[in-house]
Structures are given as C-alpha cells and as structure tokens.
Nanobody
Framework: QVQLVESGGGSVQAGGSLILSCAHS????????MGWFRQAPGKEREGVAVLQVGGSSTHYSDSVKGRFTISQDNAESTLYLQMNTLKPEDTAMYYC??????????????????????WGQGTQVTVSS
C-alpha cells in the first residue's frame, strides 16, 4: 500500500520559516513527479511546488517563487519543502502528492492535482501576522 506521510507543519509568525517533510516509498509509487499542494479554508487545492523524481526539474507557483524550495533526499525517500519568509496567506493544509505527468516540451512536471495519484493526509501550516 502506497503511503505518503507529511510532517513539519505548525504555527509561525509572518517572516518565519518551516520545513515540511514527506516520507514515501519511491519504489512503490513509481512516480515521475512529486509535489506539494495546499488548500486554504474555502478555497480550492492549488499546486505549490513540483519536482521531477530522479531529475533536476522543479517548478513553483508564482505566489511562492523565491520563498519556497522543493527538494528530495538522495535515496528519493523523502520530499521536502523549505518555506521561508512566510506570509499569512500561506496558511493552509499542505499535502504531499506523487504521480504526475512530466511535460518534456516544458521541461517540468504538471501542477494539476488531477495528474497525481497518491496523496498524504496533510499537515497544517498557520502563519500569524
């Protein structure tokens, strides 16, 4: 059974930092892409950052570009999201996802949630002003 387990969420003041982790079984998922998505209350889930598994391609939403960094460990068993200069509008439930579609002409993974097959339970991030 595929499992994605997020950790690292919490409460922080604006301007602070958090690191989210997602433990997963790469060999089980066989995913080409992994990513972080978030959903704020009353809003749809949106892509935040995606990464090509085993490759170097990363892609970010405009709202987090320059502040967040997605990465994976060498064993490809843990996905990370380093979040700096956090803002109140970053408050949301953050989800790790695996699967995805890699768009070779664009050189990046999809940011659309329907392209991802496996999801974690989420970890809450709350940023206060």
């Amino acid at each position: 059974q595929v499992q994605l387990v997020e950790s690292g969420g919490g409460s922080v003041q604006a301007g602070g930092s958090l690191i989210l982790s997602c433990a997963h079984s790469r060999s089980t998922t066989g995913a080409r892409c992994m990513g972080w998505f978030r959903q704020a209350p009353g809003k749809e889930r949106e892509g935040v950052a995606v990464l090509q598994v085993g490759g170097s391609s990363t892609h970010y939403s405009d709202s987090v570009k320059g502040r967040f960094t997605i990465s994976q460990d060498n064993a490809e068993s843990t996905l990370y999201l380093q979040m700096n200069t956090l803002k109140p509008e970053d408050t949301a439930m953050y989800y790790c996802a695996a699967g995805g579609a890699y768009f070779a002409p664009l050189g990046r993974c999809s940011m659309a949630e329907y392209n991802y097959d496996y999801w974690g339970q989420g970890t809450q991030v709350t940023v206060s002003s």
